[in-house]
């Protein structure tokens, strides 16, 4: 009975491969998020979907791409991978009825670029 | 812009001592929420509080107490009798109300309980 739940939890790839992380919510939230931790532990957000259409798209590289194809999920996926992009990246969800609700986090996907 | 300051990198205590986690935050927005979440070794981010601008009330809640003064823009955590399991990374974190939700963390602060 997972709140938000990520996959896969690892991710170890080559440059310049493709590749997807999955976000599903059961919290019946209606917005989700993407963040990114690097390496010194900083937390900045990526993105944010509420009811399945953007609401936050920060200054990323448009290799990143989200995807919500219904309110309780929010993938990301990456093009062409680059060594810094190297991270930790969570997926989180609110009530966006309050946009200053907690958002409840996933346990992280780690991802490692050879 | 906001910007949230968390000015202690990493604190060492020993257990059963108090511990106080410093938080600075900046925003122009009249109306802002101020959390804490934890990140404890396994990785997890864990929601601690949320406090928002119009109530400057102090919360204790079991070992843990916030102190949040607007005057100084700071939004302070302490541990009391701290314990290894309180051994985290702590993040404080700010949301706007015209945000729609951004968080913006501090660096956090790596808190290390020793036996």
């Known amino acids: 009975d997972t709140a938000v739940s990520q996959t896969p939890k690892y991710l170890v790839t080559q440059m310049g491969n493709d590749k997807s992380i999955k976000c599903e919510q059961n919290?019946?939230?209606?917005?989700m998020y993407w963040y990114k931790q690097d390496s010194k532990k900083f937390l900045k957000i990526m993105f944010s979907y509420n009811n399945k259409e953007l609401i936050i798209n920060e200054t990323v590289p448009n290799r990143f791409s989200p995807k919500s194809p219904d309110k309780a999920h929010l993938n990301l996926h990456i093009n062409s991978l680059e060594l810094g992009d190297s991270a930790v990246y969570f997926c989180?969800?609110?009530?966006?009825?309050?946009?200053?609700?907690?958002?409840?986090f996933g346990d992280g996907t780690r991802l490692s670029i050879l | 812009a906001q910007k949230v300051t968390q000015a202690q990198t990493e604190i060492s205590v020993v257990e059963k001592e108090d511990v106080t986690l410093d938080c600075v935050y900046e925003t122009r927005d009249t109306t802002y929420y101020l959390f804490w979440y934890k990140q404890p070794p396994s990785g997890e981010l864990v929601f601690l509080i949320r406090r928002n601008s119009f109530d400057e009330q102090n919360e204790i809640s079991g070992r843990y107490s916030w102190n949040f003064q607007k005057s100084t823009s700071s939004f302070n955590f302490t541990i009391t009798a701290s314990q290894v399991v309180d051994s985290a990374v702590y993040f404080c974190?700010?949301?706007?109300?015209?945000?729609?939700?951004?968080?913006?963390f501090g660096q956090g602060t790596i808190l290390t309980v020793h036996p």
């Open positions: 974190a700010l949301s706007g109300g015209t945000s729609y939700g951004k968080l913006t």
């Open positions: 919290l019946g939230h209606d917005t």
């Open positions: 989180a969800s609110s009530h966006g009825g309050d946009w200053n609700q907690p958002q409840h």
